[in-house]
């Protein structure tokens, strides 16, 4: 999989970009959270816009919200911006979004960096 992680002063933007599957996406997110910094974060920025191909299914975003979830007791609340542009991702973003509900972690979904940038910083 390919994907940047730029670490901010309070937060992560993560870059993916060419072809990516949802088990790769699971496996960063658990070294996510094993990362020294992700304790003292507040936001995580997952940008997805320069993604080409994708193998992601409703199964895998019922995984990232379960594990979410569950590491959420530990690391208590965290803004997720997911920034997509397509619109198979955009249902995807959907229904990661609608599991997180009452959660923790809240996320929300935007079509640019700067309206997500905008969201996290509130």
Known sequence: MSYTNSWETEGLYRKFFGEISGDEILESNFEL??????????????????VTAYSIDHSHTKAYAS???????????????????????????????EQMLGQ???CEIFQCVEDARKWVCM
């Open 33 to 50: 959270h094993a990362h020294p910094h992700f304790k003292t974060i507040k936001y995580i920025i997952n940008d997805f816009v320069d």
């Open 67 to 97: 594990s979410d979830v569950i590491i959420s007791n530990s690391k208590g609340r965290l803004n997720i911006a997911l920034v997509v542009d397509q619109q198979e991702l955009i249902a995807l973003a959907n229904g990661y979004r």
């Open 104 to 106: 923790l972690f809240k």
